[in-house]
């Protein structure tokens, strides 16, 4: 059995997906059991219809379990997204990988475990995967952008003036420059533990980053509506380098709260502003993740 915790606006996870989905397909028929873990990270993820969502979209045949309150996750005293555990037959924790990589390794300990169950007959080659799009293994080293919280409970490196104001609507302005991984709002926001909400149009984040790949974790605040989005890199267009949720002029809809890939670089890459604005209210902004 491989056991995978993870949750469905994650980057890591959904980059970790195709060689789950691999290694379901090769080999179900040899005993294989997969069950992911969808183990929330923010209050959007704890809605079955959001993960019903995700489970179809992400073309996920195996069994997910639903872990709301982290129990399960505190039963393996789990701290990672992902998180994967290898069970023998009789139910023993032989290994685990926390985090992106070690496909290889991750798949030769699923063999083995399979031939101690007597399992016999497969392909010992490492399944082939070539992910893509949004799965796509990220380019670490051209990685300078971390991982930023726009919620106040874990937000770092602020820029716009005053600080961010807790559970308040506020309005904020751009900073008159930004330095690498500095970000900051623009117009009225409330920002709560977890998220900022706008509930005006023509509210702006500005986001000056490194990396090939941004995307952000966002949706409509108010459930069923959409919100129409614009971005631009250095004040222009994104053309080529636009990601798959956006077009070449930057335009873009959230119709469900999830992970959005908005920039998709290639090389060289440099240090580049990112600026986003919502043409629409009632946006609720979570995270900035980069690949």
């Not at 489970?55 to 069994?63: E, I």
Request: proline fraction near 4%; hydrophobic fraction near 40%; charge should be negative.
């Amino acid at each position: 059995m491989l056991v995978d915790f993870w949750t469905f606006s994650c980057i890591n996870s959904i980059r970790t997906l195709p060689y789950l989905r691999a290694w379901s397909e090769k080999y179900k028929d040899k005993g294989l059991v997969i069950i992911g873990v969808q183990s929330p990270e923010f209050t959007f993820e704890k809605n079955l219809d959001n993960v019903r969502w995700a489970v179809q979209n992400m073309r996920l045949g195996y069994p997910i379990a639903v872990d709301n309150e982290h129990a399960i996750w505190d039963a393996f005293n789990n701290e990672y997204w992902p998180a994967l555990y290898f069970v023998d037959a009789r139910g023993r924790i032989r290994h685990h990988q926390f985090g992106e990589g070690a496909y290889e390794q991750s798949e030769a300990i699923l063999q083995q475990l399979l031939v101690e169950a007597g399992a016999r007959g497969f392909d010992k080659t490492p399944a082939s995967i070539e992910p893509s799009s949004i799965e796509r293994a990220a380019a670490w080293n051209s990685l300078k952008s971390p991982e930023t919280y726009v919620g106040y409970r874990q937000a770092e490196n602020f820029a716009s003036s005053g600080g961010l104001h807790q559970d308040k609507e506020r309005t904020y302005a751009f900073p008159s420059n930004l330095n690498l991984n500095r970000w900051a709002l623009s117009g009225d926001w409330k920002v709560g533990k977890e998220s900022a909400i706008a509930d005006k149009a023509g509210t702006r984040i500005v986001y000056r980053f490194h990396a090939r790949d941004l995307h952000l974790v966002m949706g409509p605040a108010v459930r069923g509506t959409t919100v129409r989005y614009r971005i631009s890199v250095d004040g222009q267009a994104p053309h080529s380098t636009h990601g798959v949720d956006v077009d070449e002029q930057g335009n873009g809809t959230a119709i469900e709260p999830r992970l959005y890939q908005l920039i998709r670089q290639t090389e060289p890459i440099a240090d580049h502003e990112f600026e986003i604005e919502f043409l629409d209210p009632d946006v609720e902004v979570f995270v900035f993740t980069f690949g």
